[in-house]
Nanobody, 121 residues
Framework: QVHLVESGGGLVQAGGSLRLSCAASGIILGINRMGWYRQAPGKQRELVATIASGGNINYTNSVKGRFTISLSDAKSTVYLQMNSLKPEDTAVYYC???????????????WGQGTQVTVSS
């Protein structure tokens, strides 16, 4: 079984910064991809950024140049550095991980519980 634990959310003024972390625990043999999604009130969950084990990175257009995703394979942790935050970045941010786990080496797709990010104007 895999658990994802997120941290780093909070309240910040527009223009400020936050750093989200998501640590995966369990019998993890490898990381295929980890990333961040967000869901604002009344809206669908959307991709924010993903990073693959080979280094391929994908950002949604609205965060390009402001957010940076990074991955520590050794710690099974993905980070999201968010700079120049805007009120429209306000949402619950969810960690997602595509991992190779267990003694059998199966692939699982897991979600964290979410962390609230609120940007005040």
């Amino acid at each position: 079984q895999v658990h994802l634990v997120e941290s780093g959310g909070g309240l910040v003024q527009a223009g400020g910064s936050l750093r989200l972390s998501c640590a995966a625990s369990g019998i993890i043999l490898g990381i295929n991809r980890m990333g961040w999604y967000r869901q604002a009130p009344g809206k669908q969950r959307e991709l924010v950024a993903t990073i693959a084990s080979g280094g391929n990175i994908n950002y949604t257009n609205s965060v390009k140049g402001r957010f940076t995703i990074s991955l520590s394979d050794a710690k099974s942790t993905v980070y999201l550095q968010m700079n120049s935050l805007k009120p429209e970045d306000t949402a619950v941010y969810y960690c997602n991980a595509d991992l190779v786990v267990g003694f059998g080496g199966s692939t699982v797709d897991s979600w964290g519980q979410g962390t609230q990010v609120t940007v005040s104007s």
